[in-house]
């Protein structure tokens, strides 16, 4: 059975960082792309970014609200993904899932349970 | 404002039909594949229809989806009061290099 179970999340500061993590089991995870998606209070889903697997060279693309303070992270020995959060701000208030993903066709197929990441002076 | 573009909210009577649409550009659903997701209240959201038509393993043949051009449709046959829940569409898009979502549809089963 595939489980994802997300930990670290919480509240912290205007400008504050966070890292969030993703334990995997009951797959490969070596061979899994891995994404993160957030739904902020009352709102929809938005897609943060992925990881691919270290064979399709380990690259990431992130959503431009994002870029270059969240950084995506895997660690295979540790059938472990992270996410890394800097600078952040008030609208990154949001219940953050990780996600397995079908990389062919960009669905995601399996999700954690959700951490919550509360930004707030 | 989501790149995809679903109606707020759809109705219907138990054991009727509802389809949900998600309208998108070449960009997105006229050249990658759709997905949609199920979000019962409270819960992750679920897989329910990838590669625009299929249906992950121990999803019900009651929900189908299709895909024409720069559209996409989502069926829900034999409306259940379990069937209610928010549910989005999905994908990839090349010019943005990015996955977008619809904004999200409140089904409502009368």
């Known amino acids: 059975e595939v489980q994802l179970v997300g930990s670290g999340g919480g509240l912290v500061k205007p400008g504050g960082s966070l890292r969030l993590s993703c334990a995997a089991s009951?797959?490969?995870?070596?061979?899994?792309?891995m994404s993160w998606v957030r739904q902020a209070p009352g709102k929809g889903l938005e897609w943060v970014g992925h990881?691919?697997?270290?064979?399709?060279?380990?690259?990431?693309d992130y959503v431009a609200p994002v870029k270059g303070r969240f950084t995506i992270s895997r660690d295979d020995s540790r059938n472990t993904l992270f996410l890394q959060m800097n600078s952040l701000k008030t609208e990154d208030t949001a219940v953050y899932y990780c996600?397995?993903?079908?990389?062919?066709?960009?669905?995601?197929?399996?999700w954690g349970q959700g951490t919550i990441v509360t930004v707030s002076s | 404002q989501s790149v995809l573009t679903q109606p707020p909210s759809v109705s219907a009577a138990s054991g009727q039909k509802v389809t949900i649409s998600c309208s998108g550009s070449?960009?997105?659903?006229?050249?990658?594949?759709v997905s949609w997701y199920q979000q019962l209240p409270g819960t992750a959201p679920k897989l329910l229809i990838y590669?625009?038509?299929k249906r992950p393993s121990g999803i019900p043949d009651r929900f189908s989806g299709s895909k024409s051009g720069t559209s996409a449709t989502l069926g829900i046959s034999g409306l259940q009061t379990g069937d209610e829940a928010d549910y989005y569409c999905?994908?990839?898009?090349?010019?943005?290099?990015?996955?977008?979502f619809g904004g999200g549809t409140k089904l409502t089963v009368l």
């Open positions: 990881i691919k697997t270290k064979s399709d060279g380990a690259t990431t």
């Open positions: 070449n960009s997105n659903i006229g050249n990658n594949y």
């Open positions: 009951g797959f490969i995870f070596n061979k899994a792309w």
């Open positions: 999905a994908a990839w898009d090349s010019s943005l290099s990015i996955v977008v």
């Open positions: 590669d625009n038509t």
């Open positions: 996600t397995t993903v079908l990389r062919l066709v960009q669905a995601f197929d399996f």
